[in-house]
């Protein structure tokens, strides 16, 4: 968790007061304080999901060591949806993963990845999640809404609750911010109000395992036959 605390202090433009009696004869940009362009134009750098792509098939499964602990997990592929995959407990290290569909159908196979969840502090989710390469890309593509059937998973990580991916990416980045909770469930709503005070709604803890997987073609074509209003720009 270290991460998080070298970037959110990360303001480095303040630090050199005792320097500035030199900058009156060498006039520096950085001390008028007043050009708003650059500030927010810097992207944090997240940390992604640990993954794998060296998957064996025996049989009807297949075999991968954890991209945490190394140990050896098998998964029956009768157990993985074609196109949504499936999510399975590390059988060590009791991470969160990912194992996507096309490992059944043997789809895109040399472009997938197997994914470990990452601990991420629920007060962190948005930054996280707005942050992310894959998130930029979607919505490059005007395709965000799909991570609402894949591509993010979000689970407690005490009681391994799954908390829903429209609640998880309608999260607010501050306590004070209005959230329109009229396109949630009853259920989402209360994960809503929960996770917006910090914590789990069922057991009060305040650490997600979060995965963000790349969006493989099978899923956006399977989705673009399956309904059109994934993708509102057409
Ligand atoms: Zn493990
Ligand atoms: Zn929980």
């Not at 997990?73 to 290290?93: A, F, S, Y």
């Not at 992310?132 to 591509?151: A, F, K, N």
């Not at 209005?178 to 469930?185: A, F, G, H, T």
């Amino acid at each position: 968790m270290g991460f998080w605390h070298r970037n959110i202090t990360g303001s480095d433009s303040v630090k050199n007061c005792t320097q500035e009696k030199r900058a009156v004869e060498k006039p520096k940009e950085q001390i008028s304080g007043g050009n708003a362009q650059t500030p927010k134009a810097k992207k944090l750098k997240i940390p992604l999901n640990k993954t794998t792509s060296e998957v064996k098939y025996i049989l009807n499964s297949v075999v991968f060591s954890c991209p945490i602990c190394d140990e050896i997990n098998t998964l029956d592929l009768n157990e993985l949806d074609p196109i949504l995959g499936g999510e399975t407990l590390c059988v060590q290290c009791q991470d969160v993963l990912h194992v996507p569909g096309g490992y059944r159908t043997r789809s895109e196979l040399p472009k997938l990845k197997i994914y470990a969840g990452l601990p991420v502090a629920v007060r962190k989710f948005p930054v996280f999640y707005w942050n992310h390469p894959v998130i930029h890309e979607l919505d490059e593509r005007g395709i965000t809404r799909i991570i609402i059937q894949y591509g993010l998973w979000g689970f407690c990580q005490r009681c391994h609750h799954q908390f829903s991916p429209a609640v998880l990416m309608n999260l607010p980045h501050t306590t004070g911010e209005i959230v329109d909770y009229r396109s949630l469930s009853s259920d989402e709503m209360v994960e809503m109000k929960s996770l917006r005070t910090g914590c789990c709604p069922y057991c009060s803890h305040r650490i997600l395992l979060v995965i963000i997987s790349e969006v493989p073609h099978y899923v956006i074509s399977a989705s673009e036959n399956l309904s059109h209003r994934w993708d509102d720009r057409r």
